[in-house]
């Protein structure tokens, strides 16, 4: 599971004792506050979606607990408009609904031959 929190990214894991407890695995820092934070179906790739007037979309790589960072895509108008945000499949893109233009905007977020 991961979770967001003052410039830090927090991976935890459930314990292994067999409770039902889950307990923090490692923490990273960051330099933006997250609006959307979502996971790829295969838990390799994690995706951070900034709140600022910039707008950034943040990739990490997941390997087991280790949070890589891989790249960073600039969203045009702002985060803020970043909307219902998904992940396809494969991992290659992200979607999002506009809710300023009432579009859904697309997004490559690996090269298809990756």
């Given at each position: 599971?991961?979770?967001?929190?003052?410039?830090?990214?927090?991976?935890w894991?459930?314990?292994t004792?067999?409770?039902?407890?889950?307990?923090?695995?490692?923490?990273?820092?960051?330099?933006?506050?997250?609006l959307?934070?979502?996971?790829?179906?295969?838990?390799?790739?994690?995706v951070?979606?900034?709140?600022s007037?910039?707008?950034?979309?943040h990739?990490?790589?997941?390997?087991?607990?280790?949070?890589?960072?891989?790249?960073?895509?600039?969203?045009?108008?702002?985060s803020?408009?970043v909307?219902?945000?998904?992940?396809?499949?494969?991992?290659?893109?992200?979607?999002?609904?506009?809710?300023r233009?009432?579009?859904?905007?697309?997004?490559q977020?690996?090269?298809?031959?990756s």
């Open positions: 599971m991961y979770g967001v929190g003052s410039e830090q990214l927090f991976v894991q459930q314990r004792d067999g409770r039902a407890r889950w307990e923090r695995a490692a923490v990273y820092p960051v330099f933006a506050s997250f959307h934070l979502l996971l790829s179906a295969d838990g390799q790739t994690l951070g979606v900034t709140y007037a910039h707008g950034e979309i990739l990490w790589r997941v390997d087991g607990m280790t949070v890589i960072p891989e790249r960073m895509l600039t969203v045009e108008d702002g803020w408009l909307r219902q945000p998904a992940i396809s499949e494969d991992a290659q893109y992200l979607a999002a609904a506009d809710p233009d009432n579009i859904i905007r697309i997004w977020l690996k090269d298809a031959r």
